[in-house]
C-alpha cells in the first residue's frame, strides 16, 4: 500500500482529567460511574450522540447477562420509570417487563445519572490514537468537529468494543476466534411497528422452534430469507405494537476495517426489507408490521481479544469460579456463538444446552493489559478465549465489569499507582458497599 508522512504539528491539550473513559457503551457506563462515584474526576468520551453503545444507539432488545448488579438494577429500574414511556405497557413477561430496552428512555436516564455522578461527557468525539510514554498510556488523542485535539488522563480506560486506544498503545491482541481470526458475524439491529400483540409470535433464541400456519418458524426462515440471514429472532418492546428485530447477518466481517463495516451495512440494509416482507407472508401477528427505525451502527459482536495477566476461559465460566481478584460477580449467560458461515449457532455455541456450575466472577486481571500500564480494558475487549467471550460479552456483564474497571481507576488515582498495583481487596470494599454480592 502506498503511504505518505503527514507533517508533525502541535495540537492543543484540551482537558487533563483523573480517569478518561473512552467509548459510553455498557462497559463505559459502568467505568464512567463507577470512578465518578469513587470520586475521581472523571471524563467520557463517545463517538456518538449518546451513552448507551449497543443498548441505546444500537438498538438492542433486552439487557442479559448480570442480573444482581445493583447498578444494572438502578439502570433498568430508573428507566422503567421514565415519565416519556407509554402509559399503557403491552403484554410483557415480568422478566422481559424489567429488562427490556426503550431505547430513548434509556439514553435519557443514562444522561441523568452521568450527570448527577459528576462525570463530564464529551459527545461526538471520536478517539484515534493513545498518548503513550514507555509502555505507559497517559491520555488519547481525539478527532472531532473541534479538530485533532489531546486529551492528558492518569489513568485510561478503553472501554471501545474494539479496544481502539490498547490497539494504538500496542497492546498485544489476538482478532476472532484463536484457530484462524474469524469473528462472529455482524448484524444490524432495528424495530418495527404495526404488529399484533394478540396473534404474534416471539421466537427468542435459535432453539426457538414455533409450528406455524406455514410451517416451523426457523425452518422457513432458512428457506426464504436471504443468505447468511435466515434465522428468526423477535423481542417483545414497551411501545405499543413495536418489535425489535435481530434478524440481518453478515459473516466474515472484520469490525476494525471501516470498508468491511461499510459493506456490511449495504448488506443489512438489503435484508431488512427481505425480512419485512417474510414476516408479514409468514409469521402470525406481523402481516401488517413496517419499518420503525434502524440502529446507528452494525452491531458487532466480536473483534480484538487482549492478552491481559489473565485470560478467561470457558472452563472458568462453567466452573462458575470466583476468582480471588474477582471484580464483577454473579454472571450468567450461555456460550453465544452464532455460526461463522451462516444463520444458527455455531457447533461450539450451547444456548439451550449450555449447562453451568452456577454464576461466575470476573477476575481484575483480565482487565490489566499484560504490558501496557496507565490502561484497564473494560467490556467485551477483555481478555478471555474466543469461547468465553461469547458469554461475557452480553451488556449487563460488560456493565458489571466496567464498575469494577472505574473503581480500580479511581483506586489507582488515589493512591498515585499504577492500575496493576491496585490491591482488588481495595475494590471489593468498595463494590460490596454498592450493595455487590458475591
Ligand atoms: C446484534 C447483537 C445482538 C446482541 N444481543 C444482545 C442481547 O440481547 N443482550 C445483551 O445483553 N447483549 C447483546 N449483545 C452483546 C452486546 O451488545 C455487546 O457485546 C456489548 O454492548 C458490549 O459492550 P461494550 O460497552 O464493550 O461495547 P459497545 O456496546 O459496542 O459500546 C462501545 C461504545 O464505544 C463507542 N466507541 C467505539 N469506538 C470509539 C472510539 N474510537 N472513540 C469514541 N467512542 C468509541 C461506541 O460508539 C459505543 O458507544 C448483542 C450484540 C450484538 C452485536
Redesign the pocket.
Known sequence: MRTITESARQIPVVSETEVLV????????GAALGAARAGAKTLL????NA?????T??L??????SRESPLMNEIVERMAKSPSLPQEIQALTEADLKWSISHECQKAVLFQMLKESGVTVQLY????DALTENKRVSGVI?ESKSGREAIRAQVTID????G??AARAGAEYLLGREEDHRCQP??L?FRIGGVDYSQAVFPGSFESYMNIPKGEIQALGKQHLPHPAGHVLL?RSRLPGEVCV?MTNVTDIDGTDVRQLTKAEFICREQIDAIIQFLREFVPGYRKCYLVAVAG?V???ETRHFKGVYTITAEDIVEATVFPDWIATRNYFNFDIHSLVGPGLDKHGAQKEFKARGMYTIPYRACLPEKIDGLLL????ISGTHKAHSNY??????TSI?HGVGIAAALAVKHQIQPRAVDPAEIQKQLLACGVQV
Open positions: 473512552a467509548g459510553g457503551g455498557p462497559a463505559g457506563i468520551v463517545e463517538q456518538s451513552p448507551g453503545g449497543m443498548a444507539t444500537g438492542m432488545s433486552h439487557w442479559s447477562g468525539t471520536m478517539v484515534t481525539t472501554a471501545t468494543g474494539d481502539d486506544v455482524v448484524t439491529m423481542y435481530n451502527n452491531g458487532v459482536r473494560s467490556g467485551r475487549n460479552r452480553v451488556m449487563g456483564i460488560c466496567g
